[in-house]
């Protein structure tokens, strides 16, 4: 992932969210190393960048449904409408229990 460094200056706020939604094109690994930071459900979205061998978003779709990080879920190529949905109906499901994540 390309400026990786960039992510880490956000680690902080990344890991009190109660929900992430990662938005990434090309090879679409954002996903993988943020559900690797956080203990809190995220959403990947895959854009269809339309430069290098990302074939419309199918190559960010394909490798975001094939992560082996627990806690990702992946929505269709270009719905942030779906992901935002989604994100809403986590967001309202009541206070976050962080001692419940202590494992």
Excluded: K, W
């Amino acid at each position: 992932m390309a400026g990786i460094h960039r992510l880490f200056a956000h680690a902080q706020e990344l890991s009190s969210a109660r929900v992430v939604i990662a938005i990434a094109g090309m090879e679409g690994t954002l996903a993988s190393v943020i559900g690797g930071l956080v203990s809190c459900p995220v959403i990947a979205v895959p854009t269809s960048a339309r430069y290098g061998a990302s074939f419309e978003g199918l190559t960010a779709l394909l490798a975001m449904l094939n992560l082996c990080v627990s806690g990702v879920s992946v929505v269709n190529i270009d719905n942030g409408f779906g992901a935002a949905y989604q994100a809403s109906l986590i967001n309202h499901l009541g206070p976050r229990d962080d001692a419940a994540l202590d494992v």
